[in-house]
């Protein structure tokens, strides 16, 4: 197990990037079976979701489109409290099939306040696949259709997420120690 820092803070490797694709790999095979003869939109919300939906778009073998949106509630390590659109969703989703793509799924207070927007364009089925789930720090209950690790209530950074700007790179998950 090797310790980085990012910024101020000492990380332990949680997750290594074998463990991660291989799962990734799984959920893609998963969403293909049920999928087969559809091509669902998958909405990747920024940032932290680039590197998982990247990964997993690749692994798709069904057709599919991709679109990026940007929702933010977290400064530094703690949730603001507040959920920010910064970029707007453009498709018309009405009668689509729609996955989001989430890097992790806490509190669940940001797709909370955002699926309402998604669920009045009437899209066929909208269904979530998140690559983390603290479900001990949800406050807010949703149903996450696909899972990659069900992890502690603790601070992580690579593979996408980051702390104040820094670890998105890391290939690895690292979590607080």
């Known amino acids: ?6 910024h101020d803070k000492s990380f332990d490797t949680y997750l290594s990037e074998e ?11 998963t969403i293909s079976k049920d999928y087969e003869g559809r091509r669902p939109l998958f909405i990747a919300v920024l940032n932290g979701s680039f590197m998982f939906a990247s990964d997993l778009f690749k692994q798709l073998t069904i057709e599919a489109e991709l ?11 703690k949730s603001s409290g507040n959920v ?7 498709d018309d989703l009405f009668g689509k099939d729609v996955i989001i793509v989430e890097d992790i799924v806490d509190t669940g207070k940001t797709l909370h306040n955002f699926l309402p927007k998604l669920i009045h364009q009437q899209p066929r089925s909208l269904r979530i696949a998140a690559l983390l789930h603290k479900s001990e720090a949800t406050e807010f209950p949703l ?5 990659g690790f069900d992890i502690p209530n603790k601070f992580v950074v690579g593979y996408g997420l980051d702390y104040d700007g820094l670890g998105r790179n890391l290939k690895e998950i690292y979590q607080l120690t």
């Open 143 to 147: 149903e996450l259709h696909y899972i």
């Open 84 to 90: 920010v659109t910064s970029i707007g969703l453009e």
């Open 67 to 77: 679109c990026f949106i940007k929702l933010a509630s977290y400064k530094g390590m």
């Open 19 to 29: 463990t991660i694709l291989k799962r990734v790999k799984e959920i893609a095979a």
């Open 1 to 6: 197990m090797s310790v980085i820092r990012v």
